[in-house]
């Protein structure tokens, strides 16, 4: 079963957010006195969608722009 740059970024993002999720309850229960810590994983959590669908839309483009002959 072949599968496209979609479905693979949608399975690597599922992936990293639940591991960012399960590392995120770690350090919020074992690692209480570094806030800095758990800020950081919170944002991780809030960041890495947002970076892959900027990846996603950029590629989308691109492609876009190669099938027209267009440049960017």
């Known amino acids: 079963m072949k599968r496209t ?3 693979i970024a949608a399975l690597t993002g599922v992936i990293l957010l ?3 999720s399960v590392i995120t309850l770690i350090v919020a229960v074992f690692v209480p ?3 800095r810590l758990l800020a950081a994983c919170i944002s ?5 969608p947002i970076l892959l ?3 996603l839309y950029v590629a989308e483009k691109i492609k876009e722009a190669k099938e027209s002959g267009t440049s960017l």
């Open 44 to 48: 991780a959590m809030i960041g890495v």
């Open 18 to 20: 639940a591991s960012l």
């Open 5 to 7: 740059p979609k479905q």
């Open 53 to 55: 669908w900027l990846l």
């Open 33 to 35: 006195e570094n806030p």
